[in-house]
Protein backbone atom coordinates (compact mmCIF):
# COMPACT_ATOMS: atom_id res chain seq x y z
CA UNK A 1 0.00 0.00 0.00
CA UNK A 2 2.87 2.53 -0.94
CA UNK A 3 0.22 4.70 -2.08
CA UNK A 4 -2.35 4.41 0.78
CA UNK A 5 -4.89 7.70 0.76
CA UNK A 6 -2.85 9.56 -1.83
CA UNK A 7 -5.29 11.08 -4.44
CA UNK A 8 -3.99 10.61 -8.10
CA UNK A 9 -5.52 11.32 -11.57
CA UNK A 10 -5.16 8.79 -14.44
CA UNK A 11 -5.81 10.06 -18.10
CA UNK A 12 -5.95 7.69 -21.18
CA UNK A 13 -7.41 5.41 -18.66
CA UNK A 14 -10.12 3.10 -20.70
CA UNK A 15 -7.66 0.66 -21.74
CA UNK A 16 -4.05 -0.61 -22.07
CA UNK A 17 -1.27 0.59 -20.02
CA UNK A 18 -3.51 3.37 -18.73
CA UNK A 19 -5.66 1.00 -17.63
CA UNK A 20 -3.13 -1.64 -15.95
CA UNK A 21 -1.69 2.04 -14.50
CA UNK A 22 -4.98 3.15 -12.53
CA UNK A 23 -5.40 -0.86 -11.82
CA UNK A 24 -1.72 -0.94 -9.95
CA UNK A 25 -2.32 2.24 -7.98
CA UNK A 26 -5.59 1.21 -7.05
CA UNK A 27 -4.01 -2.22 -5.56
CA UNK A 28 -1.54 0.20 -3.91
CA UNK A 29 -4.31 2.44 -1.84
CA UNK A 30 -4.73 5.29 -4.28
CA UNK A 31 -7.92 7.05 -4.44
CA UNK A 32 -8.62 7.94 -8.51
CA UNK A 33 -9.93 9.96 -11.08
CA UNK A 34 -9.94 8.31 -13.99
CA UNK A 35 -10.34 9.75 -17.33
CA UNK A 36 -9.90 8.89 -21.32
CA UNK A 37 -12.13 10.13 -24.20
CA UNK A 38 -13.46 6.96 -24.28
CA UNK A 39 -15.36 5.08 -21.68
CA UNK A 40 -13.72 4.37 -18.72
CA UNK A 41 -16.39 1.79 -16.82
CA UNK A 42 -14.42 -1.15 -17.51
CA UNK A 43 -11.24 0.55 -15.85
CA UNK A 44 -13.46 1.67 -13.15
CA UNK A 45 -14.98 -1.66 -12.34
CA UNK A 46 -11.48 -3.26 -11.66
CA UNK A 47 -10.27 -0.39 -9.62
CA UNK A 48 -13.45 -0.45 -7.03
CA UNK A 49 -12.66 -4.61 -7.19
CA UNK A 50 -9.55 -3.74 -6.09
CA UNK A 51 -10.93 -1.40 -3.30
CA UNK A 52 -10.59 2.10 -4.36
CA UNK A 53 -12.73 5.14 -4.87
CA UNK A 54 -13.31 6.15 -8.03
CA UNK A 55 -14.08 9.10 -10.24
CA UNK A 56 -14.90 8.30 -13.49
CA UNK A 57 -14.62 11.05 -16.43
CA UNK A 58 -14.77 11.52 -19.81
CA UNK A 59 -12.23 14.22 -20.73
CA UNK A 60 -10.84 15.15 -23.99
CA UNK A 61 -6.92 16.17 -22.83
CA UNK A 62 -6.17 18.41 -25.72
CA UNK A 63 -9.86 20.53 -24.31
CA UNK A 64 -8.04 23.76 -21.45
CA UNK A 65 -11.99 23.49 -20.33
CA UNK A 66 -12.17 20.21 -19.70
CA UNK A 67 -8.85 19.62 -18.30
CA UNK A 68 -9.96 22.39 -15.46
CA UNK A 69 -13.25 20.76 -15.28
CA UNK A 70 -11.13 17.82 -13.94
CA UNK A 71 -9.16 19.19 -11.29
CA UNK A 72 -11.82 20.89 -10.37
CA UNK A 73 -14.00 18.17 -9.86
CA UNK A 74 -11.09 16.04 -8.13
CA UNK A 75 -10.35 18.06 -5.56
CA UNK A 76 -13.96 18.89 -5.09
CA UNK A 77 -14.62 14.88 -4.59
CA UNK A 78 -11.47 14.57 -2.57
CA UNK A 79 -10.47 17.58 -1.05
CA UNK A 80 -6.61 17.42 -2.50
CA UNK A 81 -4.87 16.35 -5.50
CA UNK A 82 -1.63 14.09 -4.97
CA UNK A 83 -0.83 13.01 -8.29
CA UNK A 84 -1.12 13.22 -12.16
CA UNK A 85 -0.40 10.93 -14.65
CA UNK A 86 -0.20 12.47 -18.06
CA UNK A 87 -0.88 9.15 -19.81
CA UNK A 88 -3.03 10.20 -22.60
CA UNK A 89 -1.73 9.90 -26.34
CA UNK A 90 -1.97 9.51 -29.87
CA UNK A 91 0.25 6.79 -30.89
CA UNK A 92 -1.62 3.85 -33.56
CA UNK A 93 -1.86 4.45 -37.43
CA UNK A 94 0.84 6.72 -37.67
CA UNK A 95 3.58 5.18 -40.01
CA UNK A 96 4.52 6.82 -42.78
CA UNK A 97 7.17 5.94 -45.73
CA UNK A 98 8.48 9.53 -46.03
CA UNK A 99 8.04 12.67 -44.12
CA UNK A 100 6.19 14.00 -47.24
CA UNK A 101 3.19 11.87 -46.46
CA UNK A 102 2.63 13.12 -43.10
CA UNK A 103 -0.91 14.86 -42.94
CA UNK A 104 -0.94 18.32 -41.28
CA UNK A 105 -4.27 18.02 -40.01
CA UNK A 106 -2.96 15.02 -38.03
CA UNK A 107 0.12 16.55 -37.24
CA UNK A 108 -1.83 19.09 -35.29
CA UNK A 109 -4.34 16.60 -34.03
CA UNK A 110 -1.26 14.28 -32.78
CA UNK A 111 0.87 17.35 -31.04
CA UNK A 112 -3.05 18.71 -29.39
CA UNK A 113 -3.10 15.30 -27.62
CA UNK A 114 0.30 14.44 -26.90
CA UNK A 115 1.97 17.94 -26.15
CA UNK A 116 -0.80 20.93 -25.62
CA UNK A 117 -2.96 17.67 -23.67
CA UNK A 118 0.19 17.42 -20.98
CA UNK A 119 0.33 20.44 -20.35
CA UNK A 120 -3.09 21.20 -19.43
CA UNK A 121 -2.53 18.36 -17.48
CA UNK A 122 0.32 20.44 -15.91
CA UNK A 123 -1.28 23.20 -15.36
CA UNK A 124 -5.05 22.05 -14.43
CA UNK A 125 -3.43 20.56 -11.31
CA UNK A 126 -0.65 23.03 -10.61
CA UNK A 127 -2.94 25.35 -8.60
CA UNK A 128 -4.40 23.07 -6.24
CA UNK A 129 -0.49 21.19 -5.44
CA UNK A 130 0.64 24.71 -4.81
CA UNK A 131 -1.87 25.32 -2.20
CA UNK A 132 -1.12 22.21 -0.49
CA UNK A 133 2.38 22.49 -1.05
CA UNK A 134 3.10 19.02 -2.58
CA UNK A 135 2.05 16.61 -5.32
CA UNK A 136 3.82 14.45 -8.03
CA UNK A 137 3.06 14.89 -12.11
CA UNK A 138 4.33 12.34 -14.69
CA UNK A 139 4.45 12.70 -17.94
CA UNK A 140 4.52 9.82 -20.44
CA UNK A 141 6.97 10.13 -23.28
CA UNK A 142 8.55 7.44 -25.56
CA UNK A 143 12.00 5.87 -26.06
CA UNK A 144 11.10 6.71 -29.85
CA UNK A 145 12.66 9.51 -29.18
CA UNK A 146 15.94 8.82 -28.49
CA UNK A 147 16.26 7.00 -31.83
CA UNK A 148 16.69 7.84 -35.56
CA UNK A 149 13.68 5.56 -37.34
CA UNK A 150 14.49 1.72 -37.96
CA UNK A 151 13.02 1.84 -41.79
CA UNK A 152 11.59 3.34 -44.35
CA UNK A 153 8.04 1.50 -43.10
CA UNK A 154 8.75 3.54 -39.52
CA UNK A 155 8.51 6.68 -40.27
CA UNK A 156 6.46 8.78 -37.68
CA UNK A 157 7.93 12.26 -37.55
CA UNK A 158 4.61 14.35 -35.83
CA UNK A 159 4.70 10.94 -33.13
CA UNK A 160 8.40 11.16 -31.80
CA UNK A 161 8.46 15.14 -32.63
CA UNK A 162 5.33 15.31 -30.05
CA UNK A 163 6.57 13.30 -27.66
CA UNK A 164 9.96 15.10 -27.43
CA UNK A 165 8.09 18.40 -26.80
CA UNK A 166 6.71 16.35 -23.45
CA UNK A 167 10.60 16.06 -22.29
CA UNK A 168 10.92 19.59 -23.04
CA UNK A 169 7.82 20.55 -20.98
CA UNK A 170 8.63 18.57 -17.47
CA UNK A 171 12.33 20.58 -17.68
CA UNK A 172 10.99 23.48 -18.33
CA UNK A 173 8.50 23.54 -15.45
CA UNK A 174 10.02 21.49 -13.24
CA UNK A 175 12.04 24.53 -11.43
CA UNK A 176 8.93 26.69 -10.93
CA UNK A 177 6.98 23.69 -9.44
CA UNK A 178 9.75 22.53 -7.43
CA UNK A 179 9.50 25.88 -5.18
CA UNK A 180 5.96 24.43 -4.20
CA UNK A 181 7.44 21.16 -3.52
CA UNK A 182 6.34 19.35 -6.92
CA UNK A 183 7.72 16.77 -8.81
CA UNK A 184 7.72 16.54 -11.97
CA UNK A 185 9.02 13.38 -14.05
CA UNK A 186 8.82 12.13 -17.34
CA UNK A 187 9.03 8.37 -18.16
CA UNK A 188 9.98 7.18 -21.68
CA UNK A 189 8.78 3.93 -22.15
CA UNK A 190 9.96 1.38 -24.68
CA UNK A 191 7.93 -1.32 -26.45
CA UNK A 192 5.73 -2.67 -24.38
CA UNK A 193 2.37 -4.88 -24.20
CA UNK A 194 -0.10 -2.75 -23.57
CA UNK A 195 -1.92 -5.38 -21.26
CA UNK A 196 -1.19 -8.00 -19.02
CA UNK A 197 -3.53 -10.36 -20.80
CA UNK A 198 -2.15 -10.58 -24.03
CA UNK A 199 -1.94 -13.97 -25.60
CA UNK A 200 1.68 -13.61 -26.82
CA UNK A 201 3.32 -15.31 -24.12
CA UNK A 202 6.18 -17.15 -25.95
CA UNK A 203 9.77 -16.02 -25.63
CA UNK A 204 9.70 -14.70 -29.14
CA UNK A 205 7.04 -12.79 -29.03
CA UNK A 206 8.71 -10.80 -26.72
CA UNK A 207 12.16 -10.63 -28.07
CA UNK A 208 13.96 -7.21 -28.37
CA UNK A 209 17.31 -8.38 -30.29
CA UNK A 210 18.48 -4.78 -30.01
CA UNK A 211 18.19 -4.49 -26.04
CA UNK A 212 20.23 -5.63 -23.37
CA UNK A 213 17.58 -7.38 -21.99
CA UNK A 214 16.46 -9.68 -24.89
CA UNK A 215 12.59 -9.33 -24.12
CA UNK A 216 9.83 -7.24 -24.79
CA UNK A 217 8.65 -5.02 -21.69
CA UNK A 218 5.27 -6.07 -19.88
CA UNK A 219 2.98 -3.79 -18.28
CA UNK A 220 4.57 -4.56 -14.46
CA UNK A 221 7.86 -3.25 -15.90
CA UNK A 222 6.21 0.25 -16.45
CA UNK A 223 3.30 0.08 -13.13
CA UNK A 224 6.45 -0.43 -10.30
CA UNK A 225 8.14 2.29 -11.90
CA UNK A 226 5.31 4.37 -11.53
CA UNK A 227 3.84 3.34 -7.78
CA UNK A 228 7.61 4.03 -7.14
CA UNK A 229 7.75 7.84 -8.79
CA UNK A 230 4.45 8.77 -7.03
CA UNK A 231 5.41 7.62 -3.86
CA UNK A 232 7.06 9.14 -0.91
CA UNK A 233 10.36 6.89 -2.18
CA UNK A 234 10.93 9.33 -5.11
CA UNK A 235 10.53 13.06 -3.41
CA UNK A 236 13.92 14.20 -4.71
CA UNK A 237 13.44 13.12 -8.25
CA UNK A 238 12.42 16.01 -10.48
CA UNK A 239 12.88 17.42 -13.94
CA UNK A 240 14.21 14.58 -15.21
CA UNK A 241 13.74 11.07 -18.01
CA UNK A 242 13.06 7.54 -16.25
CA UNK A 243 13.63 5.84 -19.62
CA UNK A 244 12.57 2.07 -18.85
CA UNK A 245 13.33 0.07 -22.38
CA UNK A 246 15.07 -2.72 -21.43
CA UNK A 247 18.58 -0.89 -22.25
CA UNK A 248 17.82 -0.91 -26.01
CA UNK A 249 19.01 2.80 -26.24
CA UNK A 250 21.00 3.47 -23.06
CA UNK A 251 20.53 7.72 -21.72
Known sequence: MRLDGKVIIV???AAGLGRQYAIRFAKEGARLTIADVQDVAKTAELCRSAGAEVLALHVDVSSEEAMLDM???THERYGRIDGL???AGMMRGLEVKS???VDMETWDRVFAVNARGTFLGVRAVYPYMRDQNSGTIVNVSSGSTLRIARGPNAMNPHYVASKSAIIGITRSVARELGQHNINVVTVAPGSTTSDTEDPLSADEAYSEP???LIRRGVPED???VMVFLFSDDARFITG????VNGGREIH
Open 11 to 13: TGA
Open 71 to 73: AKQ
Open 85 to 87: LNN
Open 99 to 101: ILD
Open 210 to 212: EAS
Open 222 to 224: LTG
Open 240 to 243: QMIV
